[in-house]
Every structure is written in C-alpha cells, then in structure tokens.
Nanobody, 124 residues
C-alpha cells in the first residue's frame, strides 16, 4: 500500500470535502502523517499533521475549517482523514499525504514517503 490518497474533487466555495490517506503500518512507526498542498506555480505547503502520539497541528490558513484524524484499527494499514469545511477558492491545490519524521511544524519532507496527490478544486 505505502501511501495512497483519495477523495479530491470539485466543490463550490463554502462546501466540504473529506480526503483520505491509507498508509502501510510498516512505514508509520514513530513517523507523523501529514497533509501538504501545492497550487500551480507555488511551493508545496504544510496543511496539517498528526503525530504517532495523536497530537495534531494546522497551518494558520486552515485552522477552524479543516480537521485531521486517524484510524489505525485496520490490521496492516492506518487511514488518515482531512475533513475540509468552509472551502475557499484559495484552497484549490493538489493535496498530498506524506509519512515522515516530525519536525516542530510539519514533517521532514525530504525523508518522507509521499502519495501521488489528489486534486481539490474550489469554484467561486
């Protein structure tokens, strides 16, 4: 499995989407799971993170609108969710799931394992 995202799509401003990320437990260990996003012509930015211990943090731009959670009840995999509410056109981006060593904010991106990304488009 490694890391696989799903759940992107097209939604109107103010709407909601839920992204999912399935990761093999073999790569989780003490790593954190995180969401990043990249809009055309911009760098990949941190969105939200959940650590192995269950603590979480968010980028300021999504606080109060996005919620990260994780379900590790399945045998060989864990699933991370990103519930996105009150979406804005500026949330439009490719959203990536990543598993990697936690930093003070986000994860160590160069040491992370990345998914293929899922497109989120918010129309005005």
């Amino acid at each position: 499995v490694r890391v696989v995202e799903s759940g992107g799509g097209l939604v109107q401003a103010g709407g909601s989407l839920r992204l999912s990320c399935v990761a093999s437990k073999s790569i989780l260990k003490r790593n954190a799971m995180a969401w990043y996003r990249q809009a055309p012509g911009t760098q990949r930015d941190f969105v939200a993170r959940i650590t192995a211990g269950g603590s979480f943090d968010y980028a300021d731009s999504v606080k109060g609108r996005f919620t990260i959670s994780r379900d590790a009840s399945d045998g060989d995999t864990a699933t991370m969710y990103l519930q996105m509410n009150a979406l804005k056109p500026e949330d439009t981006a490719v959203y990536y799931c990543a598993v990697g060593p936690p930093l003070e904010t986000g994860i160590h991106t160069r040491a992370a394992i990345w998914g293929q990304g899922t497109q989120v488009t918010v129309s005005s």
